[in-house]
């Protein structure tokens, strides 16, 4: 139990175009959702809390309009990394919890190169 | 705000010895506690969580984890490794909200183990 899907897995496109990630709880209902930026061999850095219905909580130095969040159902959330630059080249992950004492389930992960 | 700590960039062991990564962390209140295991490009895997309760936690694959208040500590432990065990390990912790969840993870930097044959 406890699965949480993400795709795309791997997207490269060119520079200035937007992108869509999106992170799905296949067997639970997600109160909310995280999204997580990992660079090369470094740590995952919290981007982003969303809960279902409402506006995304940013993390300090985090570009609202650059990362625009939407957590429309209780099961998706989605990720638009709108005009993409080289330095937007990430791994960018997702997590998905249910309501109380609940842990975090991860997805595996979207690589996404901007050339 | 709060930290985590894992002081060891790199641990190599033996198949078959036993393994103690360390974590430690910074917070004012009881924090909930988290060990995750990530392999090369993939997302995370939970091994083990603390809540509260019994302050030795057991996990997924063999492993398991002691929450220490005293030391702000909560080391992962195996008592045999596997070649399989080798990933990245990752130390997280939590902060209980308004709603009764655990919010954004904080993470260590994480532990890179490698298992020598």
């Known amino acids: 139990g406890a699965v949480v899907s993400q795709h795309p897995s791997w997207v490269i496109c060119k520079s200035g175009t937007s992108v869509k990630i999106e992170c799905r709880s296949l067997?639970?209902?997600?109160?909310?959702m995280f999204w997580y930026r990992q660079f090369p061999k470094q740590s995952l850095m919290l981007m982003a809390t969303?809960?279902?219905?409402?506006?995304?909580?940013?993390e300090q130095g985090v570009e609202k309009d650059k990362f625009l969040i939407n957590h429309a159902s209780l099961t998706l959330s989605t990720l638009t990394v709108t005009s993409a630059h080289p330095e937007d080249s990430s791994f960018y992950i997702c997590?998905?919890?249910?309501?109380?004492?609940?842990?975090?389930?991860f997805g595996d992960g979207t690589r996404l190169s901007i050339l | 705000a709060q930290s985590v700590t894992q002081p060891d960039i790199h641990i190599t062991v033996s198949e078959g010895a036993s393994l103690e990564l360390r974590c430690n962390y910074s917070?004012?209140?009881?924090?909930?506690l988290f060990w995750y295991v990530q392999s090369p490009g993939q997302g995370l895997q939970l091994l083990l969580k603390?809540?509260?309760?019994?302050?030795l936690v057991q996990g997924i694959k063999g492993f398991e984890a002691e929450f220490k208040r005293s030391q702000s500590s909560f080391n992962l432990r195996k008592p045999s490794v596997h070649w399989s065990d080798a990933a990245e390990y990752f130390c997280?912790?939590?902060?209980?909200?308004?709603?009764?969840?655990?919010?954004?993870?904080?993470f260590g930097k994480g532990t890179h183990l490698i298992i020598q044959p």
């Open positions: 067997d639970f209902q997600a109160t909310t």
């Open positions: 969303s809960n279902e219905g409402s506006k995304a909580t940013y």
């Open positions: 917070y004012g209140a009881t924090p909930y």
């Open positions: 603390y809540f509260s309760g019994d302050t």
């Open positions: 997590s998905a919890r249910e309501a109380g004492y609940q842990p975090q389930h």
């Open positions: 997280a912790v939590g902060f209980l909200n308004s709603g009764g969840g655990a919010d954004g993870l904080t």
